[in-house]
C-alpha cells in the first residue's frame, strides 16, 4: 500500500497488479471456516474484478507485500507467510517463536532480508524466511506495529512502537528511541522522493513528520478531527499529495505535504480506514480499506468514493505492483 | 538433532526406572469408571450430532457406522470446519479408526493436513490443540517434503516445531502456571488435546510428559472441585456457566472421571448442556487413561475443610506492560456443603475473567453467589491482543456483545481486589470516574431457600444446609431477573464483605446469622483508597486497604510467599518443576525434570 510510492517503475502503460488481505469477519465463525473471503485477492484490472489466490481459511492476515520474481511475503497471525509463485502455494516461514506479525518488510537492496514487526519485537531473516532471529537489543517495550527500511541506506531502520519511535543504523542489530517517547506508533512510511522525510501515524495522537530522517518529529493535525491514524499513503506524482486512513475519521488528504489535511469521505461508507492504495499508473485512482466496511474506491483522488468489493470484510493491507 | 537424541534416550531410561519401582499402582475409580465410559460410548453413539466425538463413539460400540463413515467422509471434504480444532481431531480420530477405515478415507483426512489451512488462533487453548495436532499428523507422515503440508513445512520441520512449543507449554505450565487455568469450559480444549498425546505420541519423553499434564489437569480441577462443579475464580468462563455451575462442558468430565455429580447432565435441560454436541469426553471414554487413585480421592474427599493457595499466571501481556506473565494468586476455601474461592483482583485476563465466587452443593440450578465490576475498555484488550485499542473495542462490541454490557456476568477489572481468609473474604471497588461502568453487580439466585435484610446491615442467605453473609459497604438496590435477583450498588468507592457458613459448621442458620452480628465491617475512605477492617466471626482480624496491604491477625500477607500448589492435597514449589499429590497417606509426584512419575505410600509414623 504505502511503500507503492518507492516504486520507480513508469507510470504509463504499465498494467498493476494489485493485493489485498482481506478478513472478514462478520461472517467468519472460530473453528467453523464458513467464510469464502478470507485471504488474499488479485486484482489486474485497477479493482474491477478481484480473484481469490492461495491459502484458503483463517490466518489473520495483516499486510501482504510483494518482491520481485513472484514472491509475496505476508504478515499473519500464524507468524510471516511466504509464497514464491504468485501466491498460488504458500510456506510459513517462522515457527512458534513468532506471532502476531504486524508487518513483513523487505530491505530494498537485498530480497532475501526481510524483518517482521511483532507483537514480541523485530524479527529479521537473511535467508528468505529460512531461519529468523530475534533483533530486540534496545527495546523498552518489545511490541512494535511497523518498520521501515531507510531506502537510502539499508542498515538504518526505523520501527514503530507502543512507546514510540526506534531507530537502528545497523540494520536491526541495536536500537534506540529516537522519537515520540510513550506514544502509540502503528504505522511509518518514508516519503516516496525525500528520501530524509519519514511519516509516523499514531494511535490517538494523530500525524507526525520528520524532515531529518527520523531523528526529529514535528505533530501536524490540522484539520484532523480524529487522530488515530491507522495508514498513510503518498501520491509518488506528486509528492506533496498525502492520503491518511484513520478510525473513524475515514480519509483525510494533504495537498501540501502533511500541513493542513482535509477529509474526504463522500461515498465512504466505513470511517475506519486501516489500508490505502494509490494505483501506480493513475494515482486518481485511491482504494480504501476499510476495517468492516469493505474496499471502497476513488477516481478523483478522494472527492468522491464507492463501493468496490469485500461487503463488510476487513481490508488490512493494499499493496500493488 | 544426535544430542536431542541422547537426552530421549536417557530420560526414556529415567522413566523405565521409575516405573519399574513404583510402589503403587496407578488405579482407576474402579468398576464404576468403566461403567461410566461405557454408558457414555452408549449415549453418544446413539447421537446424530455432527462432529469427530460422534463418529468415534458409534466405530468403538460399531452403532450406525455406515452413517459413521458419511460423516467422516463429510468432515474430511467439508472446508468449512477446520483450524486448531480440526487438527487435534481429526488426526486422534485417524489414529484410533485407522485400522477399520478403508483406505480412501485415510487419504482424505492426509489430504485435508495437505490443503487445508490449520490456523493456529491467538490464546493458550488454540495452541495446544494446534500443536498436538501438527506434533501427531507428522509423526504419523514422516519423511515427507514440505509440498505436502498445508503450511509448507516438512515432516521433519512439523514435528519439530509442534515438539518444541508442546514442551515449552507443559515447562511453563508445571513451573508458573496455566494462563488459561481453571477455565469450566476450556479445560475440555487442554484436556481432549492431551488425552490424545498421551494415547498416540511414540516418544516415550513426550508421552509420558503428556500424560503427566493430564494428571496436573485432573489434580488442578480436583482441588477445585465439588459436586461436579468448578469451584472458585476462573480465568476464563462464559456468563451462562458462571451462574449455572453445573451447565459448563467440565461438569461432564466430572461425572465421568469423578463420578459427580450422580446425575446424567446431558438429560437435564435445567442445565441448559452446552457440551451436547461436542461430546470430547469420548475422547476421555476411550483413552487408556486411568484416573490415579490420589488424583480421584482430592475430587472427592471432602470430609474435612481445606485451604488450598495456588499460582497461576496472566495471559502472555503484549503491551503495556513490562512482565510478560504476572503471577494470578488464588484462594480456595473448601468444605463439604461449598466452597469459597477467589482471585486476587485486577485484569487478570481480558473479557471473560471469573475473579470470586461461593459455589455450594444443592439439587437446584444457580448454586452460586458472587460480585463483579463489569469493566471493559479498549486499552484492557490491547494489553493482550496486536490490533488497534479502537478496533478492538469496536469488535468486541460486535463478538462478544456481552464485554461491554452493563449487566454482564464475567469480567476483569483493574478496580476490584479480594482478600480472603478461609470462608471469609472482602471485595474492595474503587472505580475511577472515568470508567466505563460505574457500579457493581452481586448475582443471587432465585434459587436460595432464603434472602432477607438485617437491620444491622447484612444480608443473610440460605441455600439448604449453607448460609451466607453478605455486608454491603454502601448503598444498593435490588433488581429483579428471570434466574437471580441482581444486586446493585452505584458508588464508585465501595465493596462488600461476605462470610460463608454450613449446618456443620455453625448449627441452625439462627445461630449463624447470631455469630455474624457480632461484628460489622469498619470503613474508612480517603480521596484515593478504601480500607476495611473486620473481625470474623471466628475471630480473626482481616484488614484491607485498595492498592494497598491485606493484613490478617496484625501480618501483612505476602503474595510472594505463595506456591504454585499449597494445600493438604497438593505441593508444588514455584520453579521446581515437581508437583506432589497427597491423599490418605499416598503420595504420586510428578517430576517435570527428570520426566517421572513416582507414587509411593506415607509411613504411618
Known amino acids: 500500500m504505502l511503500l507503492v510510492c518507492a516504486r520507480s517503475e513508469s507510470l504509463l502503460a504499465r498494467q498493476d497488479t494489485l493485493y489485498m488481505s482481506v478478513l472478514n469477519s462478520r461472517k467468519h465463525r472460530l473453528g467453523a471456516l464458513d467464510n469464502p473471503t478470507v485471504g488474499l485477492f488479485v486484482s489486474t484490472d485497477a479493482g474491477a474484478t478481484w480473484k481469490h489466490r492461495g491459502w484458503t481459511g483463517y490466518i489473520r492476515t495483516f499486510y501482504t507485500e510483494t518482491g520481485s520474481n513472484g514472491v509475496i ?3 499473519c497471525g500464524n507468524g510471516v507467510l511466504r509464497s514464491s509463485d504468485h501466491g498460488i502455494t504458500w510456506r510459513i516461514t517462522t515457527g512458534w517463536e513468532v506471532t502476531e506479525v504486524l508487518k513483513a518488510k523487505v530491505d530494498p537492496s537485498n530480497p532475501a532480508v526481510a524483518y517482521a514487526a511483532t507483537a514480541y519485537g523485530v524479527f529479521k531473516t537473511q535467508n528468505s524466511g529460512e531461519s529468523w532471529n530475534e533483533q530486540n537489543v534496545g527495546f523498552l517495550k518489545p511490541f512494535v506495529s511497523d518498520i521501515v527500511v531507510d531506502r537510502s541506506n539499508t542498515s ?14 545497523n540494520a536491526g542489530t541495536q536500537w534506540h528511541l529516537s522519537g515520540l517517547e510513550g506514544k502509540g506508533v502503528r504505522m511509518l512510511l518514508q516519503h516516496p522522493s525525500d528520501s530524509n522525510m519519514f511519516f509516523a501515524g499514531t494511535e490517538d495522537d494523530g500525524f507526525f513528520f520528520s524532515s531529518d530522517g527520523g531523528s526529529t518529529w514535528q505533530q501536524s493535525n490540522a484539520g484532523l478531527t480524529q487522530l488515530t491514524v491507522y495508514t498513510i499513503a503518498c501520491d509518488r506524482s506528486n509528492a506533496d499529495m498525502i492520503y491518511l486512513g484513520t478510525h473513524g475519521g475515514g480519509v483525510y488528504r494533504s495537498s501540501d505535504r502533511g500541513k493542513n489535511w482535509k477529509q474526504v469521505n463522500q461515498g465512504l461508507g466505513n470511517l475506519v480506514v486501516h489500508s490505502l492504495l494509490i494505483l501506480p499508473s493513475n494515482p486518481s485512482v485511491v482504494f480504501a480499506g476499510t476495517l468492516n466496511g469493505g474496499l471502497f474506491k476513488t477516481t478523483d483522488r478522494g472527492d468522491h468514493w464507492t463501493f468496490n468489493s469485500q461487503e463488510e470484510g476487513q481490508v488490512w493491507g493494499l499493496w500493488a505492483r | 538433532m544426535t544430542r536431542t537424541k541422547s537426552i530421549v534416550s536417557i530420560l526414556s531410561a529415567l522413566l523405565m526406572i521409575c516405573a519399574g519401582v513404583t510402589p503403587l499402582k496407578a488405579q482407576t ?25 460422534t463418529v468415534t463413539a458409534k466405530f468403538i460400540t460399531g452403532r450406525d457406522k455406515e452413517w459413521a463413515l458419511a460423516m467422516l467422509d463429510s468432515l474430511t471434504t467439508d472446508e468449512s470446519i477446520g483450524g486448531m480444532f480440526y487438527s487435534y481431531t481429526a488426526i486422534g480420530t485417524y489414529l484410533r479408526l485407522q485400522d477399520q477405515l478403508p483406505d480412501s478415507l485415510k487419504q482424505k483426512i492426509r489430504q485435508a493436513y495437505r490443503e487445508r489451512t490449520m490456523y493456529r488462533g491467538d490464546t493458550e487453548n488454540h495452541w495446544v490443540m494446534y500443536y498436538t495436532g501438527l506434533y501427531l499428523a507428522s509423526q504419523t507422515w514422516p519423511n515427507e517434503n514440505r509440498s505436502q503440508w498445508f503450511n509448507g513445512k516438512s515432516s521433519t520441520e512439523n514435528f519439530k516445531e509442534a515438539e518444541g512449543w508442546l514442551k515449552r507449554w507443559m515447562n511453563i505450565t508445571s513451573t508458573i502456571g496455566q494462563g488459561e487455568f481453571d477455565s469450566p469450559t476450556y479445560f475440555i480444549v487442554f484436556m481432549t488435546p492431551m488425552l490424545t498425546l498421551y494415547e498416540y505420541a511414540k516418544d516415550p519423553v513426550m508421552k509420558r510428559k503428556a500424560q503427566m499434564m493430564v494428571d496436573l489437569l485432573f489434580a488442578d480441577y480436583a482441588v477445585d472441585h465439588l459436586g461436579g462443579n468448578y469451584c472458585g475464580g476462573h480465568a476464563r468462563d462464559y456468563p451462562e456457566d458462571i451462574i449455572n455451575p453445573l451447565s459448563a462442558p467440565a461438569a461432564l468430565w466430572a461425572w465421568l472421571y469423578f463420578g459427580e455429580p450422580k446425575t446424567e447432565l446431558w438429560s437435564e435441560t435445567r442445565y441448559h448442556p452446552r457440551y451436547r454436541g461436542g461430546w470430547e469426553t469420548v475422547f476421555g471414554a476411550v483413552s487408556s487413561y486411568r ?9 472427592t474427599d471432602r470430609s474435612k475443610p481445606y485451604v488450598e493457595t495456588e499460582t497461576k499466571r496472566v495471559r502472555n501481556v503484549i503491551r503495556f506492560g513490562l512482565d510478560k506473565n504476572p503471577p494470578v494468586y488464588k484462594y480456595m476455601y473448601m468444605t463439604g456443603l461449598y466452597a469459597l474461592g477467589s482471585l486476587q483482583g485486577g485484569i487478570l485476563q481480558p473479557i471473560q475473567q471469573h475473579t470470586w465466587d461461593i459455589t455450594y452443593i444443592s439439587d437446584k440450578t444457580n448454586n452460586t453467589i458472587f460480585t463483579l465490576h463489569p469493566f471493559y475498555s479498549g486499552k484492557e484488550l490491547a494489553m493482550f491482543f496486536p490490533e488497534e485499542q479502537k478496533f478492538l473495542s469496536d469488535e468486541v462490541n460486535r463478538y462478544h456483545l456481552v464485554y461491554t454490557d452493563p449487566n454482564k456476568w464475567n469480567s476483569s477489572s483493574p478496580y476490584e481486589q479480594t482478600f480472603q481468609h478461609k470462608n471469609a473474604i472482602i471485595i474492595l471497588y474503587n472505580i475511577d470516574k472515568e470508567a466505563h461502568q460505574s457500579h457493581i453487580d452481586g448475582f443471587f439466585p432465585k434459587t436460595l431457600d432464603e434472602r432477607t435484610e438485617d437491620p444491622s446491615g447484612w444480608i443473610f442467605c440460605r441455600a439448604g444446609s449453607v448460609y451466607v453473609a453478605f455486608f454491603p459497604l454502601k448503598s444498593y438496590e435490588w433488581i429483579e431477573e428471570k434466574v437471580n435477583w441482581r444486586w446493585r450498588s452505584t458508588v464508585l468507592k465501595n465493596g462488600v464483605v461476605a462470610e460463608v457458613g454450613s449446618s456443620d459448621e455453625d448449627g441452625s442458620f439462627g445461630e449463624f446469622q447470631k455469630r455474624i452480628i457480632r461484628s460489622k465491617p469498619a470503613l474508612n475512605e480517603d480521596e484515593k483508597t478504601l480500607m476495611v477492617q473486620y473481625r470474623t466471626r471466628t475471630g480473626d482480624e482481616m484488614k484491607f486497604t485498595f492498592g494497598g496491604e491485606r493484613i490478617l491477625n496484625g501480618k501483612k500477607l505476602d503474595f510472594n510467599t505463595y506456591k504454585l500448589f499449597n494445600g493438604p492435597f497438593i505441593q508444588s514449589e514455584r520453579g521446581s518443576g515437581v508437583v506432589k499429590m497427597l491423599f490418605h497417606r499416598k503420595v504420586r509426584e510428578l517430576d517435570f525434570n527428570k520426566v517421572t512419575i513416582r507414587e509411593w505410600k506415607l509411613s504411618n509414623q
Do not use: C, H, M
Request: hydrophobic residues 40%.
Open chain 2, 291 to 299: 484416573l490415579p487413585e490420589v488424583i480421584y480421592g482430592i475430587a
Open chain 1, 156 to 169: 538504518k531502520l526505523l520501527a514503530a512502537s507502543e512507546d514510540g519511535i526506534y531507530v537502528s543504523t
Open chain 1, 73 to 75: 511475503w505476508s504478515a
Open chain 2, 29 to 53: 475409580a474402579g468398576t464404576q469408571f468403566e461403567q461410566r465410559r461405557q454408558r457414555l460410548l452408549d449415549v453418544v453413539s446413539q447421537e446424530r450430532d455432527r462432529g469427530f466425538f
